[in-house]
Structure formats: structure tokens, C-alpha cells
């Protein structure tokens, strides 16, 4: 059925130099690249697609800051107040509303982690709290299933991915900055030991520091330049509905349906408790890495062979610059959803929430999640590569994140002492990637 995501007009001319590049065009690329812009320093982002359309045009519309690592808390809130304001320094429509979410849960053992980590809520003064099975039913009514009870964040919010990055990618060139798409970075270009240049389809751009935010891509761009970042992608599948009246206005999730209301008066609609995990080369390669997350999501995981196998398997690894790489053979990817997680998705919902029987699905997509062994993305610069920065790994909760992600980066890019605190994202943390960028 496929998904819908507005385009933007790009850019004609590359650029001859440019302060800064940035590879990719999803939230973080193009949020780094604002920032970066609106203090005056030049930037040039260049997607192999269109902006916005692998993840950041694909993901349920989530901004929440209610169950994240401690060390992504700040993170997550200074997005929270860059999203706040969103609309106005875009001069568009992203379609933020702090709507709340409601994370439910069917046992007492599960009520009791969301228990845990109020903890972390109370260091931060969230508006987080317990809800009884009672007072379930207050604020998300019609629900037919025994919940033990739920964990709820009224300031949580949700946003419209299918046009929010694409408004932040038009706010960008207003101010200065250029955005082209169908143009693949093959590779970067190193003089005196620095990063000079990157090379792509349509030619070279001068620049002095480099800012890699490929999403699931960044691991096959930095594997031809020695660098082996430990991530892995997962398929999750989504869908949406028509216009539909009764159900509760604030986003839930249970163990096996998730759920938000949209601004266009539809659903978008997923299971949260069932991902596909594609065995590729890749899996073996990093099955160490990834051990510990795979045996803690073994029941949310669902383990498929199939044809992205001999895709991978086929796929250049390595390449020089001036022949065609792998981002220009799939500009986007689109894969193809579970229909039977769907299915199942649909079933739970409806059985625990009625007020859904009737939906109509409008649309139906699939989104490849790029995940780190420890699920918290990987922000910094390259030891053995100075003016190289990675932005990546976002780990399926890239986009209510992104926008602290983006202002992030763009202190370390341009210098400024950072306002949130980059440690916990540091690259230095996995040792395989401390050991190949010091390698080399
Ligand atoms: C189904 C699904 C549901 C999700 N739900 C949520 C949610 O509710 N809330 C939330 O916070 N997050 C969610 N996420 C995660 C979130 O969407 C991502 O973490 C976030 O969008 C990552 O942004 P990004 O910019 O790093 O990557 P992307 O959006 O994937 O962008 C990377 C871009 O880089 C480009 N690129 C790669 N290599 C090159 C190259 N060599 N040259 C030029 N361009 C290149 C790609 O074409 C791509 O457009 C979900 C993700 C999915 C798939």
C-alpha cells in the first residue's frame, strides 16, 4: 500500500565548498544542519534520496521523554523544548501536540519497572505517575482488557513525521543552507590529516568538518573507510487509518498494539511488541556485540531469513569514488511490512479497545530501524578523523529525540561547549569501534 511523505524542492547546484557537510536527510542530518545554519555557518546536506523518507518519514510519531535510558533523559528534554517551538522556527507545520502517552501494562511485574524508572522521572520533576486500573478508564476510556495499570506522561507529545522534517529541511535553505537530494556521498577526502572534502555522485565538495547522520546506512558508508560501527537494522511495520471518532486521544502502549491519535483524524497503528530481526552477514558479524539485547528482546524479536540475505551478501562493501556505490542503486529504502504482525496488531487492538472495530486502513509501510548493541546512539568525532562526526544509531527513537540530537551536534561541530552533556553517547564506549577508528 505503501506511505506518503511530502517532498521537498531541492537545491540545484552542488556547491563548490561548504563550511560543513552533512550525509543523510532525515531528522538528525537536517535538524544539525539548521542549527549549524542559523548561527551563520555554512552547510550543505546531501541526501541519496529525498529528505525524510527512510525513517525519520516512516516512524509511529512518538515524542516522549516517559521510559528513556537516564542517560537520554536531558536529551529528551531539551527536544521536548525545541519541539515546543517548533512550528515557529520552521514557519511550518510539524504538527506537534503534547498529547500524552500512556504506556499500559497487562502484569504487576511490568507495572513494576515502569515503577523503577519514576525514579529517574522524579530527579527530572516529570509529570509521570502511576495509573490504577481505575483511573485507566478515566483517561483512556473504552478500554475492555484488565490492565494491572499503566504509567502515564500528560506532557509527552507526538508529532507528524510525514511532513515535520521535510518543513524543518525548507525552514533550512530560508536560512542559508542547501539541501540537495538524489545526491549519494561515496565517500570523504582527508588532507594533512583532516577531512577536506566528501565526494559524491555529482562531484566534490571542499568543506572542513563532516557530519555522517546516514541512519541505517552508516555502517556500509563507514566500513569502506576501515571504521566497523556496531549496528543492526529491524523491519517495523506500521499502518494508518482513515479519519475515525471514539477512541482515546492520547497515544498508548501495551504489550502487543501501539497507537496514537493523528492530526489528520486517523490512527497510526503498530505492534509494540513484535519487530523483525532479518538474518543478514551482518548478524553474524556482530552477533557478540549484540548478544545481551537480543537475549533481553527475545520475545519481541522475530527472527526471518530471507531475501534481504542475498542482498546484503551481494552488496559492494568497499568501493572507490569514482565508481557507483551502493546508496545510488537504492536511493530509499521501502521495505516491505510484516502483514502478519499487522494482523495481529489489529486484532489485539480492537479486542482491547472496541471503539477500533470499525477502522479503515489507508495506508501501510515498513521502516528499517538502525540499532546499537545498547539501543543509545552514537554522537561524536572520530578520534583518527578529525572534522568527522557520527551521528547515528538512534535505535527506534530517533525522532522525538532529534531535535536535541541535532542541537547537539551542531555544538560539537561548530565548537560551542554543548548544552547537554555528549558523554553517554560517546563512540569510545564500544570497544570494536574504539579499536578500528584508533586502528587505521
Ligand atoms: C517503524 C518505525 C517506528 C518508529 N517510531 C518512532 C517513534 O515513535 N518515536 C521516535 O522517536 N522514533 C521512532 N523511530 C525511530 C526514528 O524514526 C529514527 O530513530 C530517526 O528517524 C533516525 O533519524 P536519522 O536522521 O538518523 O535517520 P533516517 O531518517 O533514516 O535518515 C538517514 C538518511 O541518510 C540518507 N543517507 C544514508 N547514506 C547516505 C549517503 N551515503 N549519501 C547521502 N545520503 C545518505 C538516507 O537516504 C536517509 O534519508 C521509528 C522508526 C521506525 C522505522
Not at 206 to 232: K, M, T
Not at 296 to 302: A, F, G, S
Not at 330 to 337: A, F, G, N, V
Request: charged share 25%; glycine share 12%.
Amino acid at each position: 500500500m505503501g506511505i506518503t511523505i511530502e517532498t521537498i524542492e531541492p537545491d540545484a547546484s552542488l556547491p563548490a565548498a561548504s563550511d560543513v557537510v552533512v550525509i543523510g536527510g532525515g531528522i538528525i542530518g537536517i535538524t544539525t544542519a539548521l542549527f549549524l545554519a542559523r548561527e551563520g555557518i555554512s552547510v550543505t546536506v546531501c541526501e541519496k534520496g529525498e529528505v525524510g523518507h527512510e525513517q525519520s518519514g516512516r516512524n509511529w510519531g512518538w515524542v516522549r521523554v516517559m521510559g528513556r535510558d537516564p542517560g537520554e533523559i536531558p536529551l529528551g528534554l531539551e527536544s521536548m523544548r525545541l519541539w515546543e517551538d517548533m512550528d515557529r522556527l520552521v514557519g511550518g507545520d510539524t504538527g506537534f501536540t503534547r498529547s500524552g502517552i500512556v504506556y499500559v501494562a497487562d502484569t504487576r511485574a511490568k507495572l513494576a519497572e515502569h515503577e523503577a524508572w519514576l525514579e529517574h522521572a522524579k530527579t527530572y520533576q516529570l509529570d509521570s505517575r502511576l495509573l490504577s486500573t481505575r483511573e485507566i478508564d478515566a483517561v483512556i476510556p473504552g478500554g475492555k482488557r484488565a490492565f494491572a495499570g499503566a504509567m502515564f506522561t500528560p506532557s509527552d507529545a507526538r508529532a507528524e513525521p510525514q511532513k515535520a522534517v521535510p518543513a524543518m529541511a525548507r525552514a533550512l535553505r530560508r536560512h542559508g543552507g542547501t539541501v540537495l537530494t538524489r545526491c549519494a556521498v561515496r565517500g570523504i577526502e582527508t588532507a594533512g590529516g583532516r577531512v577536506s572534502a566528501v565526494v559524491t555522485e555529482r562531484g566534490r565538495i571542499a568543506c572542513q568538518r563532516i557530519v555522517l547522520a546516514g541512519g541505517a546506512w552508516s555502517r556500509l558508508f563507514l566500513g569502506n573507510l576501515g571504521i566497523d560501527l556496531p549496528a543492526l537494522k529491524v523491519l517495523g511495520s506500521v499502518f494508518r487509518t482513515e479519519p475515525l471518532d471514539g477512541p482515546p486521544t492520547h497515544a498508548v502502549g501495551a504489550s502487543d498494539f501501539a497507537f496514537r491519535k493523528r492530526q489528520d483524524g486517523g490512527y497510526t497503528i503498530a505492534h509494540r511488541g513484535a519487530s523483525v530481526a532479518e538474518i543478514v552477514p551482518d548478524s553474524f558479524r556482530l552477533l557478540f556485540d549484540f548478544l545481551p539485547s537480543f537475549v533481553r528482546q527475545r520475545h519481541e524479536l522475530r527472527l526471518r531469513i530471507g531475501e534481504r540475505f542475498i542482498e546484503e551478501a551481494r552488496r559492494k562493501t568497499s568501493w572507490s569514488l569514482d565508481e557507483e556505490t551502493p546508496f545510488e542503486q537504492t536511493r530509499i529504502l521501502d521495505p516491505k511490512p510484516s502483514a502478519p504482525i499487522l494482523e495481529e496488531a489489529k486484532r489485539n487492538l480492537i479486542a482491547a479497545f472496541p471503539a477500533f472495530a470499525n477502522l479503515r486502513i489507508k495506508e501501510s509501510w515498513g521502516g528499517l530501524i538502525d540499532a546499537t548493541p545498547d539501543a543509545v546512539p552514537i554522537i561524536g568525532e572520530v578520534p583518527r578523523l578529525p572534522g568527522f562526526f557520527l551521528a547515528t544509531g538512534f535505535s527506534g527513537h530517533g525522532f522525538g529525540i532529534g531535535p536535541g540530537a541535532g542541537r547537539l551536534i551542531a555544538d560539537l561541530v561548530s565548537g560551542r561547549s554543548p548544552m547537554i552533556d555528549p558523554k553517554p553517547f560517546r563512540l569510545e564506549r564500544f570497544s570494536r569501534l574504539e579499536r578500528t577508528t584508533r586502528a587505521g
